[in-house]
């Protein structure tokens, strides 16, 4: 338990017991009230004293407001046990929402054991230890076995097992040798590694993950906006309605004042609304502090309730669907270009891009090749460069028309590549994308919670879309597009779905960041994608698996099921004991429970929300 918790279980028991041993005193007036006193300053001293600090600071008709007045109101009509009372349970429902919240935080706070404080540095030929915030890009860290990677970069030296569960989720380690990329934030289980840094600690995975994390909280979900506002309201109207039960039945009736009064403080006690106010934002805390620990970063709980009404997703293809490791599978050259003549052309015009195909084309290459004199990439089409006194075009079936030409079409599936010099058309490549592993399955599985239609947009041509579509059954797809295209058909896949309906786009690149920010709902597979995908996306999937978007759906529809659950509750049971006590059937343990009882039960099922 915390120093907070001790300190609040130590009050409960000590009232507690000085309640008792009042109780069973023989005493009578004065005396007994003295009694009672301590008891009251033990269990809720505390909570008159920010009841006085909040009338001084204009928050009135808060709930240490309404549970001051209602328990010293109790004094005064002589019901010192119930007034004692009323401040102890208060006091366990308080210790229950502060263990929730802890546990809750506790799946957060781990996260942020995984930012290492020092970095040992290779300077002037031997290695030293300093902040991470002091590492430059370019710089080479070591990172022995056991010590957790504190920036983002490439292995120059060594192999090693990485243990990448704080970022993932994912418990099966990842094997890492000279070229491979790492993560911030990953431990290295065994050898001993060498890293170029890739990035300032400022913009590192880890870092991003702890903004993602700590600002989350900051964007809250309607539900949550509509409790703030309903207890806005709700306080002040329960607030005037028990003065008018303490005074009018009096005044009309002709009646003691004392009774009313008790009924009217049992009133308020019934009234106070922190079952909904603690519950319904825990509730969303613990799911997305849940979710964090499987690789999947809620930016707030507003982007949690919008994926729990997902029924329509898209997905890009490149990078989301398939791997985005494209390999050179055929060769047609046309005329008299032989097949390596035409592979040697196409990698000198696309030797200066880093696209994914510019790169699986040099690789397929495998040699150096001269820099172009000049080169224009034109998005959406392809490249045109200057090599050798030649003009070499390389690109897609818009780019040849673009230039009055007429490509062959291969029958061979996957991205075509075709090539023109000085206006001449000599054929073209094939490249091949190889699907993601459990993007079948992904697929599957949100069928299974009810998502009615799945989509994939690509630039890529029809020929290479058709399938990729066609292998993991999605409903439709549209090839061929410009990110302004992508846009446009998002557009209208908006304007088709049914109410209530959210849609989904699933992306990675920079090209997908207008789309991402355009959807109900952005989601980037994270791991490795773009900054701009990930800082236009509402959700981030850490592991670039398809797999955990099915995964953050149930998450989702779990999390908002629970918080319903709370509200219905919580507002069921007090309208209930609310009406008893406007017609006096109510006592005061009555409104104890229908307090701090829904509070501490609404607690508990909110907790659920953190076991993912």
């Not at 669907?321 to 055929?330: A, P, S």
Request: glycine fraction near 10%.
């Amino acid at each position: 338990m915390t120093r907070k918790q001790k300190k609040s279980l130590l009050r409960i028991v000590i009232g507690g017991v000085l309640m008792l041993a009042a109780l069973l005193a023989p005493l009578e007036g004065y005396w007994r009230l003295l009694l009672f006193v301590p008891a009251y300053l033990v269990a809720g001293g505390d909570v008159v004293w920010n009841a006085l600090r909040g009338i001084f600071r204009g928050q009135l008709l808060d709930e240490n407001f309404l549970m001051t007045v209602a328990s010293v109101g109790a004094f005064f009509v002589s019901d010192y046990a119930e007034g004692v009372a009323v401040m102890l349970f208060f006091q366990v429902g308080e210790l229950f929402q502060n263990i929730a919240v802890h546990r809750s935080r506790r799946s957060i706070a781990a996260l942020m054991d995984i930012r290492p404080d020092s970095a040992n540095v290779l300077r002037d030929g031997s290695f030293v230890t300093v902040s991470p915030e002091e590492v430059e890009t370019g710089e080479v860290i070591q990172v022995r076995a056991g010590e957790r990677i504190p920036l983002d970069g490439e292995v120059i030296s060594g192999t090693a097992m990485l243990d990448t569960s704080a970022l993932t989720g994912e418990s099966v380690p990842r094997s890492v040798s000279p070229g491979s990329p790492v993560l911030s934030g990953s431990v290295n289980q065994n050898g001993l590694l060498e890293i170029r840094v890739s990035c300032p600690a400022s913009q590192s995975t880890v870092t991003r993950i702890l903004e993602l994390v700590e600002n989350a909280s900051s964007r809250k979900a309607r539900v949550e906006s509509f409790i703030t506002r309903f207890a806005r309201v709700y306080t002040p109207a329960v607030v005037a309605a028990a003065v008018l039960l303490a005074l009018l039945p009096p005044l009309i009736l002709q009646q003691p004042f004392s009774k009313w009064i008790h009924q009217a403080l049992t009133f308020l006690v019934i009234s106070c609304p922190c079952a909904l106010v603690i519950s319904v934002p825990l509730s969303f805390f613990g799911g997305i502090g849940g979710a964090s620990r499987k690789g999947i970063l809620f930016k707030g709980s507003n982007a949690l309730e919008t994926v729990a009404s997902a029924g329509v997703v898209v997905f890009d293809k490149t990078g989301t669907l398939t791997e985005g490791v494209f390999e050179v599978t055929g060769l047609y050259p046309q005329g008299e270009l032989e097949k390596d003549e035409l592979l040697r052309l196409c990698a000198m015009a696309e030797s200066v891009s880093e696209h994914p195909i510019a790169l699986s084309v040099r690789r397929a290459f495998g040699q150096e090749t001269a820099a172009p004199d000049s080169f224009e990439e034109r998005a959406g089409h392809g490249i045109v460069a200057q090599v050798e006194g030649k003009i070499l075009a390389c690109g897609n079936e818009k780019l040849m028309a673009a230039l009055g030409l007429s490509p062959m079409t291969p029958s061979q599936p996957g991205t075509v590549v075709h090539l023109a010099v000085d206006g001449v058309y000599q054929g073209c490549l094939v490249i091949s994308d190889r699907v993601r592993p459990d993007a079948k399955e992904a697929i599957i599985r949100l069928r299974r919670l009810g998502v009615r239609q799945m989509v994939m947009l690509t630039g890529d041509i029809a020929a290479a879309a058709q399938p990729v579509a066609q292998q993991l059954g999605l409903d439709r797809y549209w090839a061929g597009l410009l990110p302004g295209d992508k846009v446009e058909q998002v557009e209208k896949l908006l304007a088709e779905k049914r109410q209530g309906e959210k849609l989904l786009f699933v992306g990675d690149g920079i090209n997908d960041a207008p789309v991402l920010a355009l959807a109900d709902a952005g989601v980037a597979m994270g791991g490795l994608g773009s900054d701009a995908a990930i800082e236009a996306a509402d959700v981030v999937l850490m592991d670039d698996q398809p797999g955990k978007l099915a995964d953050a759906v149930k998450i989702a529809r779990k999390t908002m099921a629970i918080a319903r659950e709370n509200i219905i509750f919580a507002l069921g049971v007090k309208g209930l004991i609310l009406l008893l006590g406007l017609f006096g059937m109510a006592s005061m343990w009555a409104a104890v429970f229908a307090d701090v009882g829904v509070a501490v039960i609404a607690i508990l099922n909110a907790m659920r929300a953190m076991r993912s």
